[in-house]
Structure formats: C-alpha cells, structure tokens
C-alpha cells in the first residue's frame, strides 16, 4: 500500500460518496480539519505516521467471541499501538492512501469484509526489519516478514465509549 500525501487510511466507501473528483476531496480531505469529523464519526481511521511511502498492511477482523489480537511474533517487534479508534462498519472497509478516498474506489484499494456495527479498531506499527531474517541482502521484506502495520478490527465492547480521534495515529514520544 502506498502513499503521496503522507497518510494511509481506513475507510468506509459510503462515508465518501459525495467525493467523485479533486475538488470534492480537497473540501473533504485536504486539511487535518477536513479529516478530524470523518475520523470522529468512525468513517475513517488513519494510520499516519507523517510521511509518505510504501507500507505493507495487515488486516485482521475479530468477533465478540473470538477477537482479533496479534500474534507472538507481531507482538515481539510492535513499537507502538494506537488507542482505540471507532469505525461505524457497513460490510466492509477500505485501505489506501488517503489521496485514493472517493465513492468510486479505485483499483488502488484493498477491500476487507467487516461486519456492521460499531468497531473498536486499533494499529499497531511493526518494526518488521528487527526480526532476523526479514530481509534480503538488498534490505527488503522477504516472503513471510511482517508487515509494518497490524490493524485489528473488533466489535466495541459494552461499557467502550471512549475513542480515539487524532488524525496522528500515535502519540508522540515524550522528550
């Protein structure tokens, strides 16, 4: 997954459906105070770490029942997690980058079956390159690495109210 405009997203289609060229995106999604009211409606959730490039991106839906949680490894090389984001989903979610966010998605996306209802979602950035073996002679992922972020979808529990709503995707390290 890759992006020019600094930031991938994950994103319901219909939430954007009055975005169909440039102009309406720029009055949608130019501004981090155009992205902020997508994000506090659970339309969209950022995975923005500032710049732009190519990011491999795993997605991974939980239940009530059975939720999606990262494996031993992804847990042996997080850096960091997000708090808990919300996404209203309505069947399904969309991952690109964020100049890519119009109704009429193109083939630069990636389509994720979601349940409906309200989900707590939350990225987790890898540090795929610390893990012996990750890499070619030539410092790119070989078949198996991880990816550089874990994006964990599950439904919002009872009692979860408080999300997420900064289109910085983590917090800031201190000092």
């Known amino acids: 997954m890759a992006t020019d405009a ?3 997203v994950l994103w319901d289609p219909q939430g954007f459906e009055a975005v169909v ?3 309406t995106w720029e009055d949608e999604l130019l501004e981090v105070e155009d992205i902020a009211p997508h994000v506090q409606a659970g339309s969209l959730v950022p995975l923005n770490v500032g710049g732009d490039g190519a990011f491999s991106v795993l997605v991974r839906v939980g239940t009530a029942a059975a939720p ?4 031993e490894r992804e847990t042996a090389q997080q850096l960091v997690a997000s708090q808990p984001y919300l996404f209203v989903s309505r069947g399904r979610a ?3 980058g964020i100049e890519d966010v119009r109704g009429d998605a ?3 996306v990636i389509e994720h079956p979601v349940p409906e209802g309200r989900c707590a979602v939350v ?3 890898i540090d795929w ?3 012996a073996g990750s890499q070619d002679e030539e410092g790119q992922p070989v078949p198996g690495a991880l990816p550089d972020f874990v994006v964990l979808i599950n439904p919002v529990q009872p009692g979860q109210g408080t999300f997420r709503t900064a289109v ?3 917090e800031a390290p201190n000092g």
């Not at 999606?68 to 494996?71: K, Q, R, V």
């Open 68 to 71: 999606a949680a990262l494996t």
């Open 168 to 170: 910085n995707t983590f």
């Open 123 to 125: 990225v987790h950035l």
């Open 94 to 96: 969309l991952v690109s």
């Open 6 to 8: 600094g930031m991938l």
């Open 21 to 23: 060229d440039d102009e």
């Open 106 to 108: 193109s083939e630069s």
């Open 129 to 131: 390159q610390a893990e």
